[in-house]
Nanobody, 124 residues
């Protein structure tokens, strides 16, 4: 059974940093893209960042470019999201997912195996 578990969320001050982790188990995903999405209260789930199986290329939503970095360790079946220079508008529930369908990395419909999410709250 495939499981995806996010961790690393919490409370941070504006300008601070957090590092999210996403551990996948149940099979090897070294050839699969993996992505991070987020959903704030009252808003739709939005794409944040994604990474291909080999580690490049990577993809980011414009609002996090230069602040967030996605990476992966295929030996550990884990993907990371390093978030620096956090802003209050980054506050959301962050989800990790495994890309199992062809199509855009930016579209959540191309992903399967979603985690339960980890909450990130940034105070001003």
């Amino acid at each position: 059974q495939v499981q995806v578990v996010e961790s690393g969320g919490g409370l941070a001050q504006a300008g601070g940093s957090l590092r999210l982790s996403c551990a996948a188990s149940g099979r090897t995903f070294s050839t699969s893209g993996m992505g991070w999405f987020r959903q704030a209260p009252g808003k739709e789930r939005e794409f944040v960042a994604a990474i291909s199986g080999p580690g490049l290329p990577t993809y980011y939503v414009d609002s996090v470019k230069g602040r967030f970095t996605i990476s992966r360790d295929n030996a550990k079946n884990t993907v990371y999201l390093q978030m620096n220079s956090l802003k209050p508008e980054d506050t959301a529930l962050y989800y990790c997912a495994i890309k199992t369908y062809t199509g855009s990395y930016y579209y959540p419909g191309t992903y399967d195996y979603w985690g339960q999410g980890t909450q990130v709250t940034v105070s001003s």
